[in-house]
């Protein structure tokens, strides 16, 4: 998501991390001699926190990376997960740690640019406590629906709501889940319960039995259902077709104008974490994510890998606060 697909401009609210990358980059980094500082650079085990349970999408990449990174930097990755609050207390917990390099904290879309502007208990400001060092994976989402329903695409399903007032609900689980469907009730005059869950098994669970109609996750998550025909795919809610799934449609495909939803891991650091130290991260990162394994890995769960120095990784975090700050705004937040 960018704020060109939005038709938004940049505001205060994430100027620092582009003003961040501004000076950083004035100040040489990603340049031999910056990285050369950190020569020392680990010399023990990096802990990476991922603020969701194992076996998610943020877990599954997190590990997938850090096997990379440990062949490359020379010392272990310890993914530790801290769940809690929808991503707050592993993100609180990251951004408190030591500034060493020696602790890093995996955001996503709902932890960095959701969570501060829609929960309470998010009582950090990213673009003033982390420092974004570099994409670890771009993740589609798609819309399915339980296979009873009958229908096979967006417009189906939205004649199917109005032939059946009340009779459609939705499983939700997460903060960009529950944003997707208001935003597309909101584009299309879609109505649907919302049903919460504690997380993506039991939602699932829930839609394949036919007990829930919809819901709308990330493409690595639902190619497993999709592919045992447990659910029917009916559009892909970002900009484009996914390869995996070439028959599905956009919601552009489907009429839907200024409606984007997808998601993102990216790697964090404290703020005070030196300059030398997130260029080491961010070139390792880049480094590790072409490597034939990830490479091959991140085929098989259709996870895109963007190549963003610092800079532009801190570009496109400012990007997404922008798009998502305006889309809560718009629909209003979920607490």
Same mark, same amino acid.
């Given at each position: 998501?960018?704020?060109?697909?939005?038709?938004? #401009?940049?505001?205060?609210?994430?100027?620092?991390?582009?003003?961040?990358?501004?000076?950083?980059?004035?100040?040489?980094?990603?340049?031999?001699?910056?990285?050369?500082?950190?020569?020392?650079?680990?010399?023990?085990?990096?802990?990476?926190?991922?603020?969701?349970?194992?076996?998610?999408?943020?877990?599954?990449?997190?590990?997938?990376?850090?096997?990379?990174?440990?062949?490359?930097?020379?010392?272990?990755?310890?993914?530790?997960?801290?769940?809690?609050?929808?991503?707050?207390?592993?993100?609180?917990?990251?951004?408190?740690?030591?500034?060493?390099?020696?602790?890093?904290?995996?955001?996503?879309?709902?932890?960095?640019?959701?969570?501060?502007?829609?929960?309470?208990?998010?009582?950090?400001?990213?673009?003033?406590?982390?420092?974004?060092?570099?994409?670890?994976?771009?993740?589609?989402?798609?819309?399915?629906?339980?296979?009873?329903?009958?229908?096979?695409?967006?417009?189906?399903?939205?004649?199917?709501?109005?032939?059946?007032?009340?009779?459609?609900?939705?499983?939700?689980?997460?903060?960009?889940?529950?944003?997707?469907? #208001?935003?597309?009730?909101?584009?299309?005059?879609?109505?649907?319960?919302?049903?919460?869950?504690?997380?993506?098994?039991?939602?699932?669970?829930?839609?394949?039995?036919?007990?829930?109609?919809?819901?709308?996750?990330?493409?690595?998550?639902?190619?497993?259902?999709? #592919?045992?025909?447990?659910?029917?795919?009916?559009?892909?809610?970002?900009?484009?077709?996914?390869?995996?799934?070439?028959?599905?449609?956009?919601?552009?495909?489907?009429?839907?104008?200024?409606?984007?939803?997808?998601?993102?891991?990216?790697?964090?650091?404290?703020?005070?974490?030196?300059?030398?130290?997130?260029?080491?991260?961010?070139?390792?990162?880049?480094?590790?994510?072409?490597?034939?394994?990830?490479?091959?890995?991140?085929?098989?769960?259709?996870?895109?890998?963007?190549?963003?120095?610092?800079?532009?990784?801190?570009?496109?975090?400012?990007?997404?606060?922008?798009?998502?700050?305006?889309?809560?705004?718009?629909?209003?937040?979920?607490?």
């Amino acid at each position: 998501m960018n704020t060109t697909e939005h038709g938004l #401009r940049p505001s205060g609210r994430s100027s620092a991390w582009r003003l961040g990358a501004a000076a950083i980059v004035a100040a040489g980094l990603g340049l031999s001699p910056a990285i050369t500082l950190a020569q020392d650079y680990p010399d023990r085990p990096i802990t990476a926190i991922v603020p969701f349970g194992a076996g998610g999408g943020a877990d599954t990449q997190t590990r997938i990376w850090g096997e990379a990174m440990a062949d490359l930097t020379g010392q272990r990755i310890i993914v530790e997960n801290v769940p809690g609050s929808a991503g707050v207390a592993g993100t609180k917990q990251g951004i408190n740690a030591q500034p060493d390099g020696y602790t890093v904290v995996m955001g996503a879309a709902s932890t960095i640019a959701i969570n501060p502007v829609s929960n309470p208990a998010a009582d950090y400001y990213p673009p003033r406590d982390l420092r974004p060092v570099a994409v670890i994976g771009y993740t589609p989402y798609v819309m399915v629906v339980a296979n009873n329903l009958g229908v096979k695409t967006l417009p189906e399903l939205i004649a199917y709501g109005e032939a059946n007032e009340g009779a459609l609900t939705y499983a939700g689980w997460t903060a960009v889940g529950e944003y997707a469907r #208001r935003g597309l009730e909101l584009r299309t005059g879609l109505s649907m319960t919302p049903v919460p869950y504690p997380g993506a098994t039991e939602a699932m669970t829930d839609v394949i039995a036919g007990r829930v109609s919809a819901s709308i996750l990330d493409i690595s998550s639902a190619l497993p259902f999709i #592919r045992s025909g447990s659910v029917t795919p009916i559009v892909m809610t970002g900009p484009d077709r996914s390869p995996a799934l070439p028959d599905v449609g956009t919601v552009v495909d489907a009429g839907v104008e200024n409606y984007v939803i997808d998601s993102w891991i990216a790697l964090f650091v404290p703020r005070e974490t030196p300059d030398d130290i997130v260029a080491y991260l961010n070139e390792k990162t880049r480094e590790a994510l072409k490597t034939q394994p990830v490479v091959d890995r991140y085929s098989e769960l259709e996870i895109e890998m963007r190549d963003y120095d610092v800079d532009q990784t801190a570009a496109f975090m400012a990007s997404q606060i922008d798009a998502w700050a305006s889309l809560i705004q718009e629909t209003g937040p979920t607490q």
